[in-house]
């Protein structure tokens, strides 16, 4: 599903150290990965070349079978677009839309997603609404204004865009960290349901170790790279 | 379309800063077209002062001055020419008609013009139209008056009213006589031409106006009483004509009208200038030739069409620079634009790290950055067109009463619409700017949101 084989990288040509050092990795369909480490070791970079906006300086980054690197920078944005859905930290959203716009946004870059979220429901805008309720967002909310939401609603936009049309993988960079303890938990069982439900790979970055019991497999970047 | 929707919806939420960048382009959008539209009225307004004159004659001095002088009651012509010229011109061949003026005197402030009754025959202006009486007709006695369409509103004269007019220019003439008291027979309609500020009076009328000038002039120095006994003199020679007239009516009615243009015109000693029309205008340059080589008195004549032309050309430098403000209002204007997207672009990193998460491309960034200037100038643009129109309709009566400058509401020109085109051109090329910073940031931040 995703594959990494020798994969370093780093931000500048000229650096003397690689920021990424990545001898092997692999990620099953329908994992849910938990990974971790120190703060600048390398978890977001990692993620972004998941991601496919950066690629490897060198080795072999194989996602759903196609070699990212092999890839044009347009059609990794058309990959991204078609088979991942991506939660950042916080402020997901972009304020001038409504939840509902903001989910549909998800899938408005790729023909193949927005053919997938139509295949549940007769809209767009009907597939947002039936994944906002699911992620716990009350109906009354899914027209108001993104920006008067609390964090942890945005959070549940954010997941709900992540997931409309069911992309392959999920990818999610601490998307719980403004969240309380409570709202954690139950963030996450979201995802995990959602996740299930549309049978999709999630790669989970958090510091917050108390979260890792959970998932059913656990990376620490800085053991990763200490095998070389 | 997702593009062009976000671009939509992002500007409504950011509708202070965008409205007021909007407002400055409408305001200088207004102001150029308004400058725009002023300047070429005023051109046309100023080209249609005088037609259907192929001739202008008068004393020699330059071309501007004799059109200045004549056509625009501005300066004072020192010369005239000699009745004995003006009748040996007008009976050369191929002269259709000829009006001759006197000017030089003034009645608060506007211009007194002592001319034929011609004048309101063939004294043409704009696209060769005549003169019309809104009231009256013209003068018939040699104490009538005819007044320009502005005179009679301004100063609130009606048919019937009497005039005192005096000799000399300047709004204070300290020669207020009540000896040639003017009686309003004819109001003319409204030209947008110096004939608005006029008071036509039988060129017959100057020489006694001039004649109760010197008069007065003479007693200031004499103590004798010897202009009681003229002034009844001259009235006694009005009556004599008046008597003549009434024999010779029933004789002949072609003879009459004659007799009565002659007691009009009198037997100045010299006149301003005179206009002249020929029957073809082949005439014209040989005409011109002629009279600029009369031998008897030295002559200049000038085809008034083109001295205009050469006048507008004189007042280019006036033109060019209105043209460069208001250029530079537009820029400005844009160059504000620039501003608050540049301004506004860093605090929108995070969007572009969105956008970029959901599969946009950097150049859907670029296009959704250019769309947004884009639309903000043509918004922009709509806007000051319409004040445009409001500024015109609501300001058209004040510059035709106040600066003689007719405007015409009409749709926007070709090259109104070119002024827009480079306006949008230009907003559009200055919104690449903010554009290509986006795109740019876009491919560094990736999707790691920095703010
Ligand atoms: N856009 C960038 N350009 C250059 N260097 C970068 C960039 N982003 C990150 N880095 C560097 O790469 C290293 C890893 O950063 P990264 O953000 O991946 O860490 P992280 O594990 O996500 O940390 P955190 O837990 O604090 O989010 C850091 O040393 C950082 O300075
Ligand atoms: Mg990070």
Same mark, same amino acid.
């Given at each position: 599903m995703i594959t990494l084989s020798n994969i370093s990288f780093k931000w500048h040509k000229k650096a003397l150290s690689n920021t990424l050092n990545i001898p092997y990795l692999s990620i099953n369909k329908g994992e849910h990965v938990f990974l971790h480490g120190p703060s600048g070791c390398g978890k977001s970079t990692l993620l972004s070349l998941l991601a496919g906006i950066n690629s490897p300086t060198s080795g072999e980054l194989t996602i759903l079978g196609k070699s990212l690197q092999m890839l044009t920078k347009a059609k990794r944005d058309a990959f991204r677009a078609d088979n991942i859905g991506y939660i950042f930290q916080n402020f997901n959203l972009l304020p001038y839309l409504t939840p509902i716009e903001n989910v549909v946004l998800g899938c408005q870059f790729s023909t193949s997603r927005k053919r997938n979220a139509l295949k549940h429901a007769s809209s767009l805008e009907q597939q947002a609404a039936h994944l906002l309720n699911a992620l716990g967002l009350d109906t009354n909310l899914h027209y108001s204004n993104a920006a008067d939401l609390s964090i942890g609603q945005q959070q549940r936009v954010a997941a709900a865009r992540a997931f409309i049309g069911s992309p392959a993988i999920i990818i999610a960079d601490e998307p719980t960290s403004a969240l309380d303890t409570d709202n954690r938990q139950h963030f996450i069982n979201l995802l995990f349901e959602q996740a299930k439900n549309s049978n999709s790979t999630l790669v989970f970055v958090s510091h917050d170790n108390s979260l890792q019991p959970l998932f059913n497999r656990s990376i620490n970047l800085v053991t990763l790279q200490d095998k070389l | 379309m997702i593009l062009a929707k976000l671009a939509f919806k992002s500007l409504l939420n950011r509708r202070a800063s965008v409205c007021l960048t909007l407002l400055t382009i409408a305001i200088s959008v207004m102001l150029l077209l308004s400058i725009e539209r002023i300047r070429l009225d005023a051109k046309s307004s100023f080209s249609n002062t005088i037609s259907g004159t192929d001739l202008i004659v008068g004393a020699r001095t330059g071309d501007i001055q004799l059109?200045?002088?004549?056509?625009?009651?501005?300066?004072?012509?020192?010369?005239? /020419?000699?009745?004995?010229?003006?009748?040996? /011109?007008?009976? !050369?061949?191929?002269?259709?008609?000829?009006?001759?003026?006197?000017?030089?005197?003034?009645?608060?402030?506007?211009?007194?013009?002592?001319?034929?009754?011609?004048?309101?025959?063939?004294?043409?202006? $704009?696209?060769?139209?005549?003169?019309?009486?809104?009231?009256?007709?013209?003068?018939?006695?040699?104490?009538?008056?005819?007044?320009?369409?502005?005179?009679?509103?301004?100063?609130?004269?009606?048919?019937?009213?009497?005039?005192?007019?005096?000799?000399?220019?300047?709004?204070?003439?300290?020669?207020?006589?009540?000896?040639?008291?003017?009686?309003?027979?004819?109001?003319?309609?409204?030209?947008?031409?110096?004939?608005?500020?006029?008071?036509? /009076?039988?060129?017959?009328?100057?020489?006694?106006?001039?004649?109760?000038?010197?008069?007065?002039?003479?007693?200031?120095?004499?103590?004798?009483?010897?202009?009681?006994?003229?002034?009844?003199?001259?009235?006694?020679?009005?009556?004599?004509?008046?008597?003549?007239?009434?024999?010779?009516?029933?004789?002949?009615?072609?003879?009459?009208?004659?007799?009565?243009?002659?007691?009009?015109?009198?037997?100045?000693? !010299?006149?301003?200038?005179?206009?002249?029309?020929?029957?073809?205008?082949?005439?014209?340059? !040989?005409?011109?030739?002629?009279?600029?080589?009369?031998?008897?008195?030295?002559?200049?004549?000038?085809?008034?069409?083109?001295?205009?032309?050469?006048?507008?050309?004189?007042?280019?430098?006036?033109?060019?620079?209105?043209?460069?403000?208001? $250029?530079?209002?537009?820029?400005?204007?844009?160059?504000?634009?620039?501003?608050?997207?540049?301004?506004?672009?860093? !605090?929108?990193?995070?969007?572009?790290?969105?956008?970029?998460?959901?599969? $946009?491309?950097?150049?859907?960034?670029?296009?959704?950055?250019? /769309?947004e200037s884009l639309f903000i100038t043509l918004l922009g643009c709509i806007v000051g067109c319409i004040w445009f129109y409001v500024l015109m309709l609501t300001s058209a009566t004040y510059l035709q009463t106040h600066a003689g400058i007719s405007i015409n509401i009409t749709s926007l020109s070709y090259y109104e619409l070119t002024l827009i085109a480079i306006i949008m051109g230009s907003g559009f090329i200055i919104g690449l700017i903010p554009a290509t910073r986006a795109y740019f940031y876009s491919l560094t931040d990736g999707m790691s949101i920095k703010v």
């Open positions: - | 059109l200045l002088s004549s056509v625009f009651r501005i300066g004072h012509a020192n010369n005239g /020419i000699s009745w004995e010229s003006y009748n040996y /011109i007008k009976n !050369q061949r191929g002269v259709k008609w000829t009006i001759p003026i006197s000017l030089g005197d003034s009645h608060k402030g506007n211009a007194v013009l002592g001319t034929s009754p011609d004048y309101f025959t063939y004294y043409r202006y $704009a696209k060769k139209q005549n003169l019309r009486f809104v009231a009256g007709q013209a003068f018939k006695h040699i104490n009538d008056v005819v007044l320009g369409n502005e005179v009679a509103t301004k100063l609130g004269y009606k048919l019937g009213d009497s005039i005192v007019i005096s000799h000399g220019m300047g709004n204070t003439s300290f020669h207020h006589h009540k000896d040639n008291p003017f009686t309003v027979v004819g109001i003319l309609a409204p030209t947008g031409t110096p004939v608005d500020k006029t008071l036509h /009076i039988p060129l017959g009328a100057i020489d006694l106006i001039h004649a109760s000038h010197s008069r007065h002039a003479s007693s200031a120095h004499d103590e004798h009483d010897e202009h009681d006994e003229h002034d009844e003199h001259d009235e006694h020679d009005e009556h004599d004509e008046h008597d003549e007239h009434d024999e010779h009516d029933e004789h002949d009615e072609h003879d009459e009208h004659d007799e009565q243009n002659n007691a009009l015109i009198g037997q100045p000693k !010299q006149i301003t200038a005179f206009l002249m029309g020929f029957n073809s205008p082949l005439y014209t340059l !040989q005409m011109r030739r002629n009279i600029n080589q009369y031998k008897p008195e030295a002559l200049l004549a000038i085809m008034p069409a083109v001295t205009l032309k050469e006048l507008w050309e004189m007042l280019t430098i006036v033109e060019k620079v209105l043209l460069l403000f208001s $250029a530079v209002v537009v820029l400005i204007s844009l160059l504000g634009m620039l501003t608050t997207l540049l301004a506004n672009l860093n !605090q929108r990193r995070r969007e572009l790290a969105i956008l970029r998460s959901v599969g $946009a491309k950097p150049w859907h960034i670029f296009t959704l950055m250019s /769309i």
